[in-house]
């Protein structure tokens, strides 16, 4: 009964959070779960000191990062990367679906995958339906997708709050992430855009040029300029930080203190930047931690590291359940049941944990409760009049998970 009770909390923090996957819904559903385990007695007032005490580091780096993107959007700086864009349509439309899947892969890496999303899909859309005036409505589709999907294997572990947390969790630095996951992202990503080029072939065939105009931006300001400087200081910074073990979260919290300072400068209030910080991540991560924790506590974590162990392929199963898991749990909390478990197998190393991750990354293309970049996606095109249908989500999203996931476990493999 007690094991049920944990299942029933995730499955009625999943359906809140898809119910309601913006504003303050994923942590309305966080809390509603934890309150069902601890009612159940599988977690205790001490695990809120554990969940404490794993995730303050990670989620400090996240809030900074957030801060940083936020104040790129308030000076202008993705309304600029969204213009570089607007010249490649005036030839075939392939040419600005590449140059946007570009766009979206080095900015999810660069800024998170849930920033990305946030940022770019209403700027692709405003921008196809201003230069594609008559034609936007069969191209909208393909470019939101183009998005969402180059926003998938985190290269970095910045450039996902669950590979962050997952990361930290294994004691993986920045510099030993990068070393394996940049050309395994690389790999993803070329078969990733092959697997979307595909999907949507019938609308990239046309070679007609866009007849709208688009404003040409206005020039950076200086405070712009300072706050590019800083994101390309903080990115550099990284590697040397975890080079000497030193923290990550301090050298994000140093960058976001320039960037407020610089957007302050320029006029800027500084609850508009607050504004653009995803708060309600926050309790979610922390409440999809101590729901993993109940889970371990009913025997699913033991279940996994059982199947761990006993396969024979490990990093095929790994990648594969994870990929499973997250689709229909969401991979905030597979992943933290995934470093739990093979916490538990013997000879487990830094490349199984890696590999439940590219799981975790590309499993949610799946569906889209499987992670909160999914749901807010799902919620940014509808808010734009772009319906998409579970059906057409499912559909296309399996042709953007199987290839990139097999080229990407086979990638790490190798590396490995």
């Known amino acids: 009964m007690i094991e049920l009770l944990a299942y029933v909390a995730l499955a ?30 599988l977690v205790e007032p001490a695990d809120l000191e554990h969940a404490g005490r794993s995730l303050w580091r990670p989620v400090i780096t996240l809030v900074a990062i957030m801060v940083m993107t936020s104040a790129a959007e308030q000076l202008g ?19 600005a679906f590449r140059v946007t899947f570009v766009i979206s892969a080095l900015v999810a890496a660069v800024l998170s995958n849930d920033g990305a999303i946030l940022l770019l899909t209403p700027a ?11 034609r936007y409505p069969k191209f909208q589709l393909a470019f939101a997708f183009a998005v969402f999907a180059g ?21 993986i630095g920045f510099n030993a ?28 065939a046309d070679e007609a040029p866009a007849l709208g105009a688009w404003p040409t931006p206005a020039p950076l300001r200086p405070a712009a300029w300072l706050v590019v400087g800083v994101l390309a200081v903080v990115l550099a910074a990284y590697p040397i930080a975890s080079y000497l073990d030193g ?70 199963t790994i990648g594969a359940t994870a990929a499973v898991g ?9 992943s933290l049941l995934d470093a739990l478990a093979l916490d538990r197998v013997p000879g487990a190393t830094d490349v199984h944990v890696l590999a439940a991750l590219v799981g975790g990354d590309l499993g949610p293309r799946l569906l889209p409760v499987g992670s909160l970049a999914g749901l807010l996606w799902l919620d940014v095109t509808r808010r734009h009049g772009i319906v998409v249908s579970i059906g057409s989500f499912v559909r296309i999203g399996l042709v953007l998970t199987v290839l990139p996931m097999a080229t990407s476990l086979a990638m790490l493999w190798l590396l490995g």
């Open 247 to 316: 923290p990550l979260w301090v050298v994000a919290s140093a960058g976001a203190a320039i960037c407020v300072a610089a957007v302050v400068g320029a006029g800027v209030e500084p609850r508009r930047v607050a504004a653009g910080v995803s708060w309600n991540i926050l309790p979610f991560l922390a409440g999809t931690l101590l729901v993993a924790l109940a889970l371990e506590r009913a025997g699913a974590v033991d279940r996994l590291a059982w199947l761990f162990t006993e396969t024979p392929a490990p990093l095929a």
């Open 326 to 334: 997250s689709a229909l749990l969401n991979n905030h909390p597979m």
């Open 151 to 171: 926003a998938g294997v985190a290269p970095l572990v910045i450039s996902n709050p669950m590979n962050l947390v997952a990361a930290s969790h294994a004691g």
């Open 12 to 41: 009625v923090m999943l359906a809140i959070v898809l119910w309601r996957p913006h504003g303050w819904g994923p942590a309305l559903g966080s809390a509603v779960a934890v309150a069902i385990v601890a009612a159940a007695g």
């Open 77 to 95: 700086v993705i309304d600029r990367l969204a213009a570089l864009i607007e010249p490649r349509t005036r030839g075939p439309v392939r040419h």
């Open 177 to 204: 992430y990068a070393a394996v996951m940049v050309p395994v992202a690389a790999a993803s990503w070329v078969a990733t855009y092959a697997c979307l080029a595909w999907a949507f072939r019938d609308v990239l």
């Open 124 to 134: 692709v859309i405003v921008l196809i339906r201003t230069v594609y005036p008559r």
